[in-house]
């Protein structure tokens, strides 16, 4: 099966930086919708921001300006920079692929989640 392995989570300070990764692997035909979601501790999962496969975004209004998803089709990996962290920003990440293993079958992926703790 594809897989999604995650990276780049930790602890920061309020106003750090942090950049996340998420690389698949297996047999991939192609990857459509890339995305990034989080979930804190009591609330619901959330998208973070999106990307399709032809380099459109989109990204919730709480980070709108402050983080960019991009993706290197190469590696087939996504990336979330996040700037100007906040404490509300602390969560678990995952990311999340449409990911086709041969021309007519698409699945849905998720990694395995990362922490992200912003400190005041």
């Known amino acids: 099966q594809v897989r999604l392995v995650q990276s780049g989570g930790g602890l920061v300070q309020a106003g750090g930086s942090l950049r996340l990764s998420c690389a698949a692997s297996?047999?991939?035909?192609?990857?459509?919708?890339l995305g990034w979601y989080r979930q804190a501790p009591g609330k619901q999962r959330e998208l973070v921001a999106a990307?399709?496969?032809?380099?459109?975004?989109n990204y919730a209004d709480s980070v709108k300006g402050r983080f960019t998803i991009s993706r290197d089709n190469a590696k087939n990996t996504v990336y979330l920079q996040m700037n100007s962290l906040k404490p509300e920003d602390t969560a678990v990440y995952y990311c999340n692929a449409f990911i086709s293993t041969t021309l007519l079958k698409s699945e849905n992926y998720w990694g395995q989640g990362t922490h992200v703790t912003v400190s005041s």
């Open positions: 297996g047999i991939i035909f192609s990857i459509d919708v």
């Open positions: 990307i399709s496969s032809g380099g459109s975004t």
